[in-house]
């Protein structure tokens, strides 16, 4: 069965790739392994240099780029051009800062000298979702072969193209033949993969199921696995907030990418005191959102990534209708072409609804009240998912107080919640284990080697 390529603004075939048997797949990880230990052994000055030439592919071929992540998977043109520059970003950053975060560690012992040293694993298979097909990819990919570790992806099957482009623009950087590839393979083969010998760990983004049976495959090979899976964070509004920014960042926590981002808002815990005017204000900036075609620059909403992951997230708000959510707003799909839903507000959601409980991945915004900050913590900590979350206060040490209550890997106080080459960045509970960026991530795959010299 063949990948196919399928604008979901308008259901356009765009393009159609035929899938790998095992034939192909053989050959691939025959050619990734006869060129990791070149590149494991390789100097650390060129492979940074080579990073930094991806960054400038990336920077070069921005539009060209961004246009495709658009066509192929629904993202506003204007937020696929700034993942590729962020992209951009994570390749200079860790071409700037790899020789420091690779560096020998040495520490006091008993012995006359002792030090750690940190060298590559080998290849890493990477799993990679839909949503943001190229950051998702690249913030793995950076990091990892300017470790020396050589790299392969398993993309998600609705961004066949996006997943081509990636290694062209590491073969266009000067990158050695086959230290990166990308694999057409389909999610039944990737159990093979992981326990091939030449494989030695494994990172997935992706979805709860999906990050169990990596997880499983990985464990019963002994290899590594590292997991950024949902999330159901918490936006939490305490009284004392700026209304009109903490409204601002609402809507843009929650829609951007249509509301297809692990890290977006998807509970608004609002404290009572403020509930009402926050929802008037946050309905009618909602209310003000216009889906349409993500090329047009006058849109500010674009489709989900496909017509049964639209389905899907209906069938969840009309549950929680049914299981005593208020529609506020939309809570419906979009009539005609594309797969367009309103952007809609859940109210009054409680404890039995489906949206208190599940990850709703699209343009929904669930809101759930709160007596105090006390009881808002609560609810926060009372999901099983731990990505991120953030608080909106007045009083930035009443913040840092309540983030360390917050059960997640992350907590932005009067800040969406976004993810930097510079900070570490995952979930705890069934929101994965692992850290990605920063050198956290980069270590996660390198061989943490002491030695000690009498």
């Not at 106080?413 to 692992?434: E, H, Q, T, W």
Request: aromatic content about 8%; charged content about 20%; proline content about 6%.
């Amino acid at each position: 069965m063949a990948f196919e390529s399928i604008n979901p603004a308008n259901g356009e075939l765009l393009a159609t790739f035929p899938a790998w048997g095992s034939p192909e797949l053989e050959q691939a990880l025959s050619r990734v392994a006869a060129a990791t230990p070149a590149w494991a052994s390789s100097p650390l000055e060129q492979r940074c240099t080579l990073m930094r030439s991806a960054a400038q592919v990336l920077r070069n071929r921005r539009d060209e780029l961004a246009k495709l992540i658009t066509l192929e998977m629904g993202k506003l043109f204007t937020e696929a051009r700034a993942e590729i520059e962020k992209c951009a970003l994570a390749c200079d950053h860790y071409a700037d800062n790899g020789p420091r975060y690779l560096a020998d560690e040495h520490i006091r012992s008993d012995a006359a000298k002792s030090y750690v040293a940190h060298q590559p694993l080998g290849t890493i298979l990477a799993v990679m979702p839909w949503n943001f097909p190229f950051w998702q990819v690249f913030r793995f990919a950076a990091p990892t072969l300017v470790a020396g570790n050589t790299g392969v992806l398993k993309h998600a099957s609705n961004v066949p193209q996006c997943a081509l482009a990636i290694e062209q623009v590491f073969q266009q950087a000067g990158f050695p033949d086959n230290v990166f590839r990308t694999l057409m393979i389909r999610a039944s083969q990737v159990k093979t993969v992981i326990e091939d010998p030449r494989i030695q760990a494994v990172t997935l983004t992706g979805s709860e199921p999906a990050g169990r049976q990596v997880a499983a495959a990985a464990g019963a090979a002994l290899k590594k696995s590292v997991l950024e899976l949902g999330g159901s964070d918490p936006f939490i509004v305490l009284e004392d907030c700026d209304l009109e920014e903490t409204v601002e960042q609402a809507v843009a926590s929650r829609f951007l990418n249509a509301g297809q981002s692990c890290i977006a808002a998807k509970r608004f815990i609002v404290l009572n005191p403020v509930a009402n005017i926050f929802l008037d204000k946050f309905k009618a900036a909602v209310e003000s959102l216009r889906p349409g075609d993500p090329l047009d620059g006058n849109s500010s909403l674009g489709p989900m990534a496909r017509n049964d992951l639209r389905d899907e997230l209906h069938q969840q708000v009309s549950d929680s209708i049914s299981q005593g959510a208020v529609a506020l707003t939309g809570c419906a799909p979009l009539d005609g072409q594309g797969a367009f839903y309103q952007p809609s507000i859940l109210d009054r959601v409680a404890p039995g609804a489906r949206a208190y409980d599940e990850e709703l991945f699209g343009p929904v915004a669930t809101v759930i009240r709160a007596r105090d900050e006390e009881e808002a913590i609560k609810i926060a900590n009372g999901s099983r998912f731990g990505l991120g979350g953030s608080i909106w206060t007045a009083d930035t040490a009443r913040g840092e107080r309540l983030a360390r209550k917050l059960q997640s890997g992350c907590c932005f106080i009067n800040r969406m919640v976004k993810s930097d080459p510079r900070l570490p960045f995952g979930g705890i509970k069934a929101s994965g284990y692992g850290r990605e960026l920063s050198w956290n991530g980069m270590h996660e795959f390198l061989n943490i080697k002491t030695i000690c010299i009498e």
